[in-house]
């Protein structure tokens, strides 16, 4: 298992050797080639309207060194990271999250109005290391499985949004690294697909149950 190290605001993962990762993360999202995935803690002061977030985070990935790693931000406290393996069939993945859901969204139909203004930003951050080589093409499908079995780890959670039983946040990220290779296949009938989606499910829904737990299910002054 590749053990997170947190160093407040950070959160780090070596994954040992460079992968493949995709990820809509603000620093080198897209499809990569990278060795580490960082989380960055912030808090509601240091979001702005008029901030230029890509800008300054990264400039703190330069004065850290980690200008190559793919990044992501969260609101969430980092120390409350979670962590879950599967295996299936011999391959093997390995997801780290931290769970936030200040604002928690329901993707489905809403009324029409304005989104809302929230006062605080939670989210759900996602790392998946999978062992198991794949073409960007299954990288992609890895990426939708992670999706899915985030849905339904908030879904079975019991978290609501103002449309309904939620389904994740207005701001998460999903990041996942897999090995270089050819195969393009990661659906749910897969062995790789379904280690990711085990894998996912436990971290979110452990998260998910802590901050319920911590909160109430209601949402808290980040600051």
């Not at 298992?1 to 993360?25: C, N, Q, Y």
């Not at 980690?66 to 979670?82: D, N, P």
């Not at 299936?88 to 200040?102: H, K």
């Not at 989210?123 to 939708?144: C, K, M, P, R």
Request: proline share 3%.
């Amino acid at each position: 298992m590749i053990r997170p190290v947190l160093d407040h605001p950070w959160l780090t993962l070596d994954l040992g050797r460079e992968m493949r990762v995709i990820s809509w993360a603000p620093h080198r999202g897209g499809i990569v080639t990278a060795r580490h995935i960082l989380w960055r803690e912030v808090r509601n002061a240091d979001l702005r309207e008029d901030f230029d977030v890509f800008a300054w985070l990264g400039e703190e990935c330069r004065d850290r060194g980690v200008e190559q790693a793919v990044v992501m931000l969260t609101s969430r406290k980092i120390a409350t990271f979670t962590v879950a393996q599967a295996e299936v069939d011999g391959v093997q993945a390995q997801a780290v999250a931290t769970v936030g859901l200040s604002n928690a969204e329901r993707a489905g139909p809403h009324d029409g109005q304005n989104p809302i203004k929230h006062k605080n930003w939670g989210t759900i951050n996602i790392a998946v290391i999978l062992e198991y080589g794949l073409s960007d093409i299954g990288l992609i499908e890895a990426q939708s499985i992670a999706s899915a079995a985030r849905t339904a780890a908030i879904l079975e959670s019991g978290a609501m949004a103002k449309a309904g039983p939620a389904t994740g946040t207005g701001t998460d990220c999903n990041t996942v690294a897999a090995l270089d290779g050819t195969d393009a296949f990661c659906g749910l009938h897969t062995a790789q697909g379904k280690a990711v989606a085990a894998a996912v499910y436990a971290a979110v829904r452990q998260g998910a149950d802590q901050w319920i737990l911590e909160t109430g299910g209601k949402p808290y002054d980040f600051g």
